[in-house]
C-alpha cells in the first residue's frame, strides 16, 4: 500500500488526474497467482492495462502476453516479448494481426472455424470454446453464453482441432474464458466440466488455455485446482491468462475536488471521470473511493466528472469528510480496465501514470497535451 504522504507527493507533482500504480503488489498479486497455479504458464491480457512500464516489469518477472490487436502485439514485441511467450487471440483478425503474430512466432487462438484457412502457414493454434454458460457478472463481461460472439461451438472444436491438423498446423489444444469480473468460482468449474467432455472426441492435447476472468476476492486455489484437473483430462499443460487479477489493486486513480453543488442531489465534483474511468458509466462498476484529508463528518456525496454527460459519475453514495476544492481523493482497484480504457473524448489529454517502486516515484507515461490529442488531425500526409 503506498503511504497517503506519498500519494500527495505524486498529485503534486504530476498533477491531477493521475493514475498511480504499486510495484509491490503487482508483484503481490502475481506471486499469489503463481502460488495458486504452480506450473501454469502465464500469459498476461494487457488489454486489462497495456502500460509499457507495468508490462515489463511482468515481462522481466517471466510472464507472456495476450494480445488482441496490431498494437498490443506491437507492445509484446517492445518489451522483448517473442515466440512462444506471446498469444494472438480476437474475434475479427485482421490481416496485419496475422502477419504481425507470426513474424513473432506467436501462438494463434482460432475464434472460427474459417479462420482455419487464414492462418499464416504452419502456424501453432489453440481453439476458443464457447462453453455456452450464463456467468456471474455483468452481461457486457460476460464471454461464454450461448449468444456470445467468442469461440466455437462445443460440438464444432473437435472437427475445427482436425482441421487446423489437416491444413498443416499444430493444434496445441483448447482454450476457454467465460468472462472478466466473474464472481462465482463454480461457473469455472462448470466451463471446464463442459470442456473436458470433449475428451473423448480430441483425444489428448499440448495446451489447455483456462483464460482469465478472475474476479479480485476469487478463490484462486479453488479455481487453479479445477483448472489442473481439466488440463490433466486431457494430458494438457495447463495456460492461463489473467487481466484484472494482476494489476487492479496495484493501481489507483487520484483525483482533485472542484467544488461541491446540491440539486436535491449531494455531488462533489472532481476533475476526473469517464474520460479516465469509464468502468463506473459502462458497466456500474463501484470502484472503493479513499478520502485523503482530515476534517469533520461531511456527509454522503455522488462523486461526479467534469464531462457533460449526465452518466459521468465515479462513484455515488461516498461518506467524506467536509470536502473542499482541492481535496484529494483515491479511487482504487483502478489498475485494470481504466488508464487502457481513458479517451480523448471533449479533447481531454489522457492522464500522466506513475508507478511508485521502492519507495520512489517514476513516470511511466506523461500527461498528454490537447496538441497530443489534435497531432493526427494536423498531419494529413498520406
Ligand atoms: C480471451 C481473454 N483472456 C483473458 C482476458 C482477461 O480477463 P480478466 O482481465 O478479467 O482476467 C480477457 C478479457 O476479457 C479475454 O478476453
Redesign the pocket.
Known amino acids: 500500500m503506498i503511504p497517503a504522504a506519498d500519494l500527495h507527493t505524486a498529485a503534486e507533482r504530476f498533477g491531477t488526474p493521475l493514475y498511480v500504480y504499486d510495484a509491490a503488489e503487482l508483484d503481490a498479486a502475481l506471486a499469489r497467482v503463481r502460488a495458486a497455479f504452480g506450473a501454469a504458464r502465464v500469459f498476461y491480457?494487457m488489454?486489462?492495462n497495456p502500460n509499457l512500464g507495468l508490462l515489463r516489469r511482468l515481462a522481466q518477472s517471466g510472464v507472456g502476453a495476450?494480445c488482441?490487436s496490431p498494437g498490443e502485439i506491437a507492445r509484446a514485441e517492445k518489451v522483448g516479448l517473442t515466440g512462444e511467450k506471446v498469444i494472438v487471440?480476437g474475434p475479427a483478425k485482421s490481416a496485419a494481426e496475422y502477419a504481425a503474430g507470426a513474424r513473432l512466432g506467436a501462438t494463434f487462438?482460432v475464434d472460427r472455424a474459417e479462420e482455419v484457412g487464414r492462418l499464416p502457414p504452419a502456424s501453432r493454434a489453440l481453439v476458443?470454446v464457447n462453453p455456452a454458460l450464463e456467468v456471474s457478472t455483468h452481461d457486457h463481461?460476460a464471454?461464454g453464453a450461448a449468444g456470445s460472439k467468442?469461440g466455437v461451438t462445443l460440438a464444432q472444436a473437435p472437427a475445427v482441432l482436425d482441421a487446423l491438423r489437416a491444413a498443416g498446423h499444430t493444434a496445441l489444444g483448447l482454450?476457454v474464458?467465460i468472462?472478466?469480473?466473474?464472481r462465482d468460482a463454480h461457473d469455472f468449474t462448470a466451463a471446464f466440466g463442459r470442456l473436458t467432455g470433449l475428451r473423448a472426441r480430441t483425444g489428448p492435447l499440448a495446451v489447455l488455455d483456462a483464460?482469465?476472468?478472475?474476479g479480485l476476492d476469487a478463490d484462486l486455489p479453488g479455481i487453479a485446482r479445477e483448472a489442473h484437473a481439466a488440463a490433466a483430462a486431457f494430458g494438457a499443460e495447463l495456460w492461463v491468462?489473467?487481466?484484472?487479477?494482476?494489476v487492479a489493486r496495484s493501481g489507483t486513480l487520484l483525483t482533485r475536488v472542484v467544488g461541491t453543488k446540491r440539486t436535491g442531489r449531494d455531488f462533489v465534483l472532481v476533475d476526473a471521470g469517464m474520460t479516465e474511468l469509464l468502468r463506473p458509466m459502462l458497466y456500474g462498476a463501484a470502484h472503493p473511493v479513499t478520502p485523503l484529508w482530515t476534517a469533520e463528518p461531511g456527509g454522503v456525496w455522488d462523486l461526479a466528472g467534469p464531462a457533460c454527460e449526465s452518466g459521468d459519475l465515479l462513484a455515488q453514495g461516498v461518506a467524506l469528510p467536509t470536502p473542499a476544492p482541492g481535496d484529494l481523493l483515491a479511487v482504487g482497484e483502478a489498475g485494470?480496465?481504466g488508464a487502457g480504457m481513458s479517451s480523448n473524448y471533449l479533447t481531454r489529454p489522457r492522464p500522466a501514470e506513475a508507478l511508485y517502486e521502492a519507495g520512489g516515484w517514476r513516470l511511466v507515461r506523461r500527461r498528454e497535451t490537447p496538441e497530443d490529442v489534435w497531432r493526427a488531425e494536423e498531419d494529413n500526409a498520406e
Open positions: 491480457a488489454k486489462a495476450e488482441v487471440n487462438i476458443r463481461l464471454t467468442f482454450h474464458h468472462g472478466s469480473a466473474v483464460g482469465g476472468g478472475w491468462e489473467p487481466g484484472r487479477y494482476l485494470a480496465y
